[in-house]
């Protein structure tokens, strides 16, 4: 089994998605087993955002991401990390297959809902940030 961390963003939360996104996981297969609401600081989302953070996206990247209340998770399973991406879609929303929770739920390349660790590297990099005691 691997962990991966996700975060729900903003706009999932704002638009009252994070019952049916986080039925998608659970539908999966994947387990739950962190799980905390979390208000996003401008510190939080540099560290998060770290390699992020000189590009021209990242300003009103920062503002989206704490401009309200975020789901910060750990979900476990076989091979979590590659089937969360999977079940996110790609990033931009606009482009991303439907079927997939940006694709379904999502028209924009900043909110697009949902964050899920692209490697083991960045889940253990991430779950230690996200949450400590965990790691
Ligand atoms: P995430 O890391 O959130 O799972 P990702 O791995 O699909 O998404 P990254 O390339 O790591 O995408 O970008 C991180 C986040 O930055 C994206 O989820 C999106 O919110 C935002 N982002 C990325 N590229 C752009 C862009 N060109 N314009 C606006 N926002 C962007």
């Known amino acids: 089994v691997q962990r991966s961390f996700v975060l729900l963003k903003p706009d999932a939360v704002r638009r009252g998605l994070v ?64 089937v969360v991406r999977a079940l996110n879609g790609a990033t931009d929303g606009r482009k991303a297959a439907p079927g997939t929770i940006r694709g379904d739920l999502s028209l924009s390349n900043r909110e697009n809902l949902v964050h899920g660790s692209d490697s083991p590297e960045s889940a253990a990099r991430e779950i230690a940030l996200w949450f400590p005691e965990h790691s």
Not at 28 to 40: C, E, M, W
Not at 60 to 71: A, D, H, K, Q, V
């Open 19 to 82: 019952g049916s996104v986080l039925s998608r996981f659970e539908a999966k297969g994947l387990s739950i087993v962190a799980l905390q609401l979390r208000q996003v600081d401008g510190e939080l989302s540099d560290q998060h955002y770290a390699e992020h953070v000189e590009r021209d996206f990242y300003p009103p990247l920062r503002e989206f991401i704490t401009s309200g209340p975020s789901i910060a998770m750990i979900v476990e399973g076989d091979e979590a990390i590659e």
